[in-house]
């Protein structure tokens, strides 16, 4: 599965034709619009389970009203024309923020960051405006300067992360128990109380028990399923307004808000909780940005979606607007003002929609925890690429399951779209709020416009936000409890393995061996060297890991290759196929000591254990052929040591050296080719590695590359840390409690490292450790 040429030949990271743009804008419908679209069937009849519907008609034009201003200040004005801007690279979401703040104000949480690093061609976006002296260069220089900040920052942007988990979890539960909600128009109450929990629940199981599947089996039904919900909605919109209320549009003046708080008063602030679930889903716009591009994002939402929606809540409020003697409140819905010989239909497709809308976040939610994950935010969990075809696609067992769970308790427990809607409102203005937050730190940092602008943004945004998030916030009783229970777990559950992986790393950097020490052994090392390569897991991106000292003293025995690798995760969405490596000698050319560090981006692909070993012995053996003479020749060996190069994977189109194993198709002969090395006794893997013919190669060079295709040949042995993480005496009962019991627990728990599930049991050696940190 290769798919990091696709990635970078991916036409929507280049300049689009028409034909494109239409047909990415038609294919964003069903993956990111699914959820805002079903909003309709439950903005109503939330919002109304906290005021009474009047003859008068003021508090239905009044939400008619705040529901119209609301869809167009936030996701049309904020993300559609200023949000959406703010990619990194091509990627959206909170991360894709937190990522840009940390390369432009370096408050990055990764640790083992390098200089190196910042040349990568993601690392800088382009077309950025020279910096500017004044309060942001003072205000990126206090980010950098107080640790303090740099955790707010980093808590800031896990609060969003966690409400966009806790959102995967609320809005399939509301999303699919509102449409089967309809069947209470073709049913008594009491039969329907026995009907509509289990078919919500037996929909939610098999959407869930179907993930692992993928979505691009049916992901081709999505965009039509959507399309006719949303033709559906509007037709019936605007059926119902010539139908009952041709005057329906004039509520769409701000001044009918102004009557429905003078009327209301507390009860219609306590409503605006209700109201802001028809921006639920908004945020998908910015988050599958990856997936799309920003015009044809832009111009679904803006020619299908929000007309759509506008159409169908005018439909709505005039169908409410003549009839004022419903039998009870929570008949004031959706399917009420469905005419009566099309409702079955419309129940149909309004299931379909709901669970392409839950299908969209649930994918979501796999991917901002794949990128948590590889930012060091989140335990390792398995991750399943559900296609070889589509780059995102993916899915994560333990998270589904956690997911359907905890999906189901919440349909069960409230068994009614008023307390679901408390609680996925709370949830979706919360991740707005941390939005608005770290977009005024874009304008700011990376944009370098004016303080102002940013100050103008967050507080045009910030209050309207937090005006639904105190309204959403009241309601912590009936079911604003569930999404802050459910962030906060996740918050402790991201920030205590954080903090662990920090503390572990930090003892490693004090701990690790040095150059000097290494060469005081000689180029034997004051051990046996045996056939093979040696691949030495270590987080440290320079220095000898305590391990290996820890090792060689017990077994004072090692492979005739030795290599230092590290697989870190930089702080950009993608790591390009020729810049993935960084390799490097550690010590004189004749202790064949390397140092190998793999790059990847936090939305990358990771290679499986075959692909990764050869691209390792590839980078390896085209560094050695392109290394300089005065690399070799430095007095102080911990700079040599830092000194690396960038190499590019095998797959990569790179002219240099190519490697060949076991009948590989480039079959390439000449005075340029490296001799096979055969082993009389024991039957092995046939390497050889073919040169370019200029420029020539010293005999050093040659017998250094002899030597790399001998060990090759006799296999790898893995060696990997196995350690145990513990407070060291004297901490404080909370730093025993985070790591004793919290990191340890999380450690034990979660997975290897992703290179480390293929490698073969025999060809693996743990080497335990103790770290008091």
């Known amino acids: ?166 959102d995967g979890v609320l809005t399939p539960a509301i999303s699919v128990f509102s449409a089967v909600s309809g069947l209470e128009l073709s049913m008594s109450k009491q039969h329907h109380r026995y009907v509509e929990l289990p078919v919500a629940c037996i929909i939610l199981v098999c959407l869930f028990a179907l993930q692992h599947y993928g979505t691009h089996r049916v992901g081709f039904l999505f965009a039509p399923i959507v399309m006719t919900w949303l033709l559906c909605i509007s037709a019936i919109g605007v059926y119902n307004i010539f139908h009952w209320n041709p005057h329906v549009y004039q509520a769409l003046s701000p001044y009918y808000m102004y009557k429905f708080f003078k009327k209301t008063q507390r009860g219609g602030w306590m409503s605006l909780g209700g109201i802001l679930l028809c921006i639920t889903g908004s945020e998908a716009m910015f988050a599958d940005l990856g997936h799309f591009s920003q015009l044809s994002i832009k111009i679904a939402f803006t020619s299908v979606v929000y007309p759509s929606l506008i159409l169908a809540y005018m439909g709505q409020a005039a169908y409410l607007s003549k009839h004022h003697t419903i039998e009870s409140v929570y008949r004031i819905g959706f399917y009420v003002s469905v005419p009566e010989r099309i409702r079955w239909p419309v129940l149909a497709i309004a299931i379909l929609a709901a669970v392409v809308g839950s299908q969209a976040i649930i994918t979501g939610t796999f991917s901002i925890i794949k990128q948590c994950s590889a930012l060091g935010c989140f335990p390792r969990v398995k991750i399943v690429h559900t296609s070889s075809e589509i780059h995102g696609q993916i899915y994560i067992p333990e998270i589904n399951w956690i997911l359907m769970l905890l999906c189901l308790a919440v349909t069960i427990g409230f068994r009614d779209t008023k307390r679901m809607g408390n609680a996925s409102g709370l949830a979706v203005i919360t991740v707005m709020l941390v939005t608005t937050c770290l977009m005024s730190l874009v304008i700011v940092l990376v944009w370098n416009q004016s303080v102002f602008l940013a100050v103008c943004f967050i507080f045009f945004f910030g209050s309207l936000e937090a005006l639904f998030f105190s309204a959403s916030l009241i309601k912590f009783l009936e079911g604003a409890w ?46 046996v060297r045996v056939k093979g390569i040696g691949l030495v897991h270590t987080e440290l991106v320079s220095g000898i890991p305590a391990i290996f000292s820890h090792f060689v003293t017990n077994l004072p025995a090692f492979h005739q290759i030795l290599v230092f690798f590290c697989v870190k995760s930089v702080p950009v969405p993608h790591v390009r196929p020729e810049e993935r490596f960084l390799v490097g000698r550690i010590g004189p050319r004749e202790y064949r000591l390397y140092r190998c560090i793999a790059r990847y981006g936090y939305r990358d692909v990771h290679k499986d254990d075959l692909e990764f070993e050869k691209d390792l012995v590839f980078s390896i053996a085209e560094f050695i052929r392109s290394d300089k003479p005065e690399h070799n020749g430095g007095v102080d060996m911990e700079k040599v040591d830092e000194k690396l190069t960038v190499v590019g994977t095998s797959s990569a189109n790179f002219e240099g050296i190519q490697i060949c194993e076991d009948g590989d198709a480039a079959e390439v002969t000449g005075p340029s080719e490296m001799k096979e090395i055969h082993s009389p006794l024991v039957q092995r893997k046939r390497v050889r590695f073919v040169l370019p013919e200029n420029p020539k190669i010293d005999d050093a060079t040659q017998e250094e590359l002899q030597d790399l295709m001998e060990a090759r040949e006799a296999g790898m042995a893995f060696i990997l840390g196995h350690s145990y993480v513990r407070a060291r005496r004297g901490s404080s009962l909370m730093k025993n409690l985070v790591i004793n019991i919290g990191y340890d627990f999380l450690r034990r728990n979660c997975r290897g490292p992703s290179y480390a599930h293929n490698i073969p049991h025999a060809s693996t050696l743990e080497v335990a450790m103790i770290y008091h940190v």
């Open 1 to 166: 599965m290769d798919l990091e040429r696709r990635m970078y030949a991916n036409p929507i990271k280049q300049k689009e034709s028409w034909k494109t743009v239409l047909t990415l804008a038609y294919q964003s419908l069903g993956v990111v619009y699914g959820d805002l679209s079903t909003s309709p069937l439950y903005v109503f009849k939330s919002t109304f389970a906290d005021i009474e519907h009047s003859e008068t008609n003021e508090e239905i034009f009044g939400v008619l009203s705040f529901i119209f201003w609301t869809l167009t200040l936030v996701p049309l004005l904020k993300y559609v024309f200023i949000v959406l801007r703010a990619d990194d690279n091509g990627e959206g979401g909170t991360f894709a923020l937190y990522s840009l703040l940390c390369r432009h104000a370096r408050v990055s949480s990764l640790p083992n960051c390098q200089v190196a690093d910042e040349e990568l061609s993601e690392y800088k976006k382009d077309g950025i405006a020279p910096r500017r002296r004044g309060i942001g260069s003072r205000l990126k220089l206090t980010l950098e300067k107080h640790r303090v900040l740099q955790r707010v920052l980093l808590v800031l942007a896990l609060i969003g992360t966690s409400m966009v988990i806790g």
């Open 482 to 527: 569930v999404p802050i229970a459910l962030a906060f777990i996740f918050l402790v559950v991201m920030y205590v393995w954080h903090y662990g992986t920090l503390k572990k790393y930090e003892f490693d950097v004090q701990n690790k061996v040095s150059i000097n020490w290494l060469l005081t052994l000689g180029p034997g090392l004051g051990i």
